[in-house]
């Protein structure tokens, strides 16, 4: 099962999706320990004794679901999120966390609060430029993902202590030199080749064929001449933008919200804050006694060994810690505060500058006050527009009637194809930019219409009915004509290009010098290239790439590439040298010792399956997700 799962996490979609979670504040394997309550209700999965219900379940799916549409901004419907992986990837996260839970827990394995302060201290998502805690990174993640500072630091003492299991089984893993050799010389072992190109422009034009020639190339490159499927319709699109043009609010509504939310309009108090962090209070009464003036802050925090945390220019509500919230705002100028416990220690506050509140006058307000009064307006029409739109289709009302009863017009759209241009390729006029609206019209049946459907982030509502269907189909041959004497014509140029190239390689094989041999067409040496074209060799062709990677040194080889022919002689070999590149040697090493340490990691993992059982109940968990 588990070998199963993490097969599902092979592709690069499923990929980007856990760089996503990992970003939303997961420390290492999710979200934490809130899901491996034990339910009441028959369990969905089981790991051992913990049960998960299928509940808990569907919540991450949701999570999980909501942050891939977010990096999408897009839209996705339960059945859509399943077949991107979501579900089995939560699944999985959440076996995992399970077996490594159990695993912990017969180990033996805790973490006191020292400890904890130090994985804090050293977690990378906390750290500035410097490599140094920083408070304001810290403060602002709990606050980005809705964590009480008691709640996060009780799921990452639980994922340090899973993490701490991890690291066990990782740890002292290495990979043979010899592996890492063979590898690095594969990868990066280097070849040069001269070359020869003829271009096909340079081909001459060929004498135009009869017109039988023309109908047997048309007819062998139907897919080149072929009309896409087309579709016509007729829609009823409201768009907010459209609505919120005609809106122009009254002074007075722009003068009485101004008033009523002056708070808005209020630049906060802001203060640079800086801070010490100490394991006990003597040290840090200590620190606070020997500062004599703000000035002296830094200096005194080097001699006591310590280093200054710049928390930054911060407003009230910034600091999570309420604190700490309260001593920095609590003094009247710039100074130290006395020392302040919270759960990471001791802190002693340097507020160093205080910006004072600033009020925005009503000018200055005045263009965000009348967008704002202008949307939610609207919106308002929007929706009431909407509703009417709903009731009006369906009571059975033709969408011409539907858009009568609103006075709004109606789109008619002859011809869309599946990029949304018209017959000339140009976009079709008064198209919605909604890729949901163009998805639905080739989704639509011809004949059937659509239900009144909301377009990306709120942007409005549309109905759209599908009159006919144009299915694909090859263009009279006399409508392109044209084209396929051209396609013709540069496929003929082709064909000479490479009998050009040909008869060029042959010279090189009976001894002509190539300056010689190339007159008239580009002759060069090629820098140093990678069997994989990168950043040294990323003009390097990937087709002249896999052939000079073929050939020995003086080997000569025709490489057709789309619009001309080379013709390529190997050389020289240039082995990898992994003294001159030690960067790319020790990163190859890194590489593969993460990877032996994964496939570890997944072996313990298969074990723990085996210690503790794993039960899931598929039924349980759709019935949940079904129900969200």
Same mark, same amino acid.
């Given at each position: 099962m588990l070998e199963s799962l993490r097969k599902s996490t092979q592709s690069w979609f499923i990929r980007i999706l856990f760089g996503i979670l990992v970003l939303s504040f997961i420390i290492f394997f999710g979200t934490g320990d809130d899901l491996l309550r034990v339910s009441s209700s028959r369990p969905a999965i089981v790991v051992g004794s913990q049960?998960?219900?299928?509940? &808990? =379940?569907? &919540? /991450?799916?949701? *999570?999980?679901?909501?942050? %891939?549409?977010?990096?999408?901004?897009?839209? %996705?419907?339960?059945?859509?999120?399943?077949?991107?992986?979501?579900? /089995?990837?939560?699944?999985?996260?959440?076996? #995992?966390?399970?077996?490594?839970?159990?695993?912990?827990?017969?180990?033996?394995?805790?973490?006191?609060?020292?400890?904890?302060?130090?994985?804090?201290?050293? #977690?990378?998502a906390f750290l500035n430029g410097a490599d140094q805690f920083d408070m304001v990174r810290y403060q602002n993640a709990l606050r980005r993902a809705g964590f009480t500072e008691a709640r996060f630091l009780e799921m990452l003492r639980k994922d340090a202590i899973r993490q701490d299991v991890v690291n066990l089984v990782q740890s002292g893993v290495s990979v043979p030199g010899i592996v890492t050799d063979t590898l690095f010389q594969y990868r990066f072992e280097r070849r040069i080749a001269e070359t020869i190109v003829v271009p096909a422009d340079k081909m001459a034009t060929p004498p135009k064929p009869d017109e039988a020639v023309l109908k047997a190339y048309w007819t062998e490159h139907a897919e080149d001449f072929t009309a896409p499927e087309t579709r016509k319709l007729k829609a009823v699109v409201l768009r907010l933008s459209d609505i919120v043009a005609g809106i122009k609010p009254d002074e007075a509504a722009i003068k009485q919200t101004y008033e009523s939310r002056q708070s808005e309009f209020v630049t906060p108090e802001k203060r640079s804050v800086q801070q010490v962090l100490f394991e006990n209070q003597a040290e840090a009464q200590a620190f606070a006694d020997s500062v004599k003036s703000p000035a002296d802050f830094a200096a005194a925090a080097r001699k006591s060994g310590r280093t200054v945390v710049d928390i930054g220019l911060v407003q009230a509500g910034d600091l999570p810690m309420a604190t700490l919230e309260d001593v920095a705002f609590a003094l009247t100028a710039p100074g130290v505060t006395a020392p302040v416990k919270s759960d990471l220690g001791w802190h002693v506050l340097l507020v160093s500058a205080i910006d004072p509140s600033i009020q925005e006058p009503l000018d200055e307000a005045r263009p965000a006050i009348v967008r704002e009064l202008a949307r939610e307006e609207g919106t308002d029409r929007l929706f009431t527009l909407s509703t009417k739109l709903e009731d009006a289709i369906g009571s059975g009302a033709p969408i011409e009637e539907a858009a009568a009863t609103l006075g709004v017009p109606v789109l008619k759209i002859d011809s869309l194809d599946r990029q949304g241009n018209d017959p000339n390729g140009k976009p079709a006029a008064g198209l919605p930019a909604s890729r949901l609206f163009l998805e639905s019209v080739f989704n639509t049946a011809e004949g059937t219409s659509t239900q009144v459907t909301a377009m990306e982030g709120d942007s409005g509502y549309f109905v759209l009915q599908v009159d006919k269907v144009t299915p694909p189909a090859l263009k009279p041959f006399k409508t392109v004509e044209s084209d396929v004497l051209a396609a013709w014509? /540069?496929?003929?140029? *082709?064909?000479?290009? *490479?009998?050009?190239?040909?008869?060029?390689?042959?010279? %090189?094989?009976?001894?002509? +010098?190539?300056? #010689? =041999?190339?007159?008239?067409? +580009?002759?060069? =040496?090629?820098? $140093?290239?990678?069997?994989?074209?990168? $950043?040294?060799?990323?003009?390097?062709?990937?087709? %002249?790439?896999?052939?000079?990677?073929?050939?020995?040194?003086?080997?000569? +080889?025709?490489?057709?590439?789309?619009?001309?022919?080379?013709?390529a002689r190997l050389k020289e070999i240039v082995p990898a040298n992994a003294a001159a590149d030690r960067e790319a040697y020790f990163g190859l090493n890194q590489q593969l010792t993460q990877s032996f340490a994964e496939d570890m990691l997944q072996e313990y993992l298969s074990s723990l399956q085996e210690t503790y059982g794993v039960t899931i109940r598929p039924e349980l968990i759709q019935r949940h997700i079904d129900g969200l």
């Open positions: 049960s998960i219900s299928g509940r &808990e =379940v569907a &919540e /991450q799916f949701q *999570r999980d679901s909501e942050r %891939l549409q977010s990096m999408l901004q897009t839209r %996705l419907s339960a059945e859509q999120a399943r077949d991107f992986g979501v579900l /089995q990837q939560a699944i999985r996260q959440i076996v #995992t966390r399970a077996l490594l839970a159990a695993a912990a827990s017969d180990l033996g394995f805790t973490l006191d609060d020292a400890s904890l302060r130090r994985v804090i201290a050293t #977690t990378p014509n /540069q496929e003929q140029k *082709r064909i000479a290009a *490479r009998e050009m190239a040909k008869s060029l390689s042959a010279r %090189l094989e009976k001894g002509e +010098a190539a300056a #010689t =041999v190339a007159k008239g067409y +580009a002759h060069g =040496v090629t820098a $140093p290239f990678l069997r994989a074209p990168g $950043p040294n060799g990323k003009d390097t062709s990937p087709i %002249l790439a896999a052939a000079m990677f073929k050939s020995v040194p003086g080997e000569i +080889a025709v490489i057709d590439l789309p619009e001309a022919s080379v013709v």
